[in-house]
């Protein structure tokens, strides 16, 4: 919350003390032949209302979001230099990648299919049913090592020759940084891949 915000919610505070003097003031030296009509007084005492509303909705506005900003960092702060599992694109260069996958258990196949960052299908490969964690070398049909980039990973199970459902693939990289914006917290993964925090699937200590 910037600094303009917390002034405004001052002044809407001191405006709202000022008219609670003023109009006491008013009430104990009214003239007792001719006293403020009910319709006034309840004229002013709306507008009394909204003022103290007003001051009591900022002040509760600026406690959630000093709250929300100070604490969500706080709360990942721990997480930085650990690994995250997540089911969106990571990035791939030298190491491999930890893939955790988890096919439909009635499938007799499971295809695994490597997507670019453009979300094209650049590998397919059967690696049988059952879940669990592979690693992923990234190379291609040849053997050669796919360029380096951001990669994400589905997971096709079969029965009997025919596709019965789809999986996302989580797969593990190692945060580096965090930070907070209009969204909450997002992490930063290794090659500056960005993921919100609620997105984490999954922590463990970096290799």
Do not use: C
């Amino acid at each position: 919350m910037g600094s303009g915000a917390i002034s405004k919610a001052q002044e809407i505070s001191s405006d709202f003390n000022a008219f609670l003097r003023m109009l006491t003031t008013q009430m104990q030296n009214q003239d007792p032949l001719n006293p403020m009509e009910s319709t006034e007084f309840a004229v002013q005492l709306a507008t009394f209302s909204s003022v103290e509303q007003q001051a009591q909705t900022n002040k509760l506005l600026n406690e959630m979001i000093a709250q929300l900003g100070g604490s969500g960092l706080g709360q990942v702060a721990d997480w930085i230099g650990k690994e995250a599992r997540t089911s969106g694109p990571v990035w791939f260069g030298n190491a491999a990648l930890t893939l955790d996958v988890a096919p439909d258990s009635r499938a007799d196949s499971v295809t695994l299919v490597t997507l670019d960052a453009s979300g094209l299908e650049v590998k397919r490969e059967e690696i049988g049913p059952g879940s669990g964690q592979v690693d992923w070398y990234g190379r291609d049909a040849h053997g050669e090592k796919l360029a380096d980039g951001r990669y994400s990973f589905r997971t096709e199970s079969s029965f009997n020759g025919q596709v019965i459902s789809e999986q996302a693939v989580g797969v593990y990289s190692r945060i580096t940084e965090a930070e907070t914006g209009a969204n909450g917290v997002t992490l930063i993964l290794q090659g500056g891949v960005p993921v919100a925090a609620n997105a984490v699937e999954a922590l463990r200590e970096a290799p």
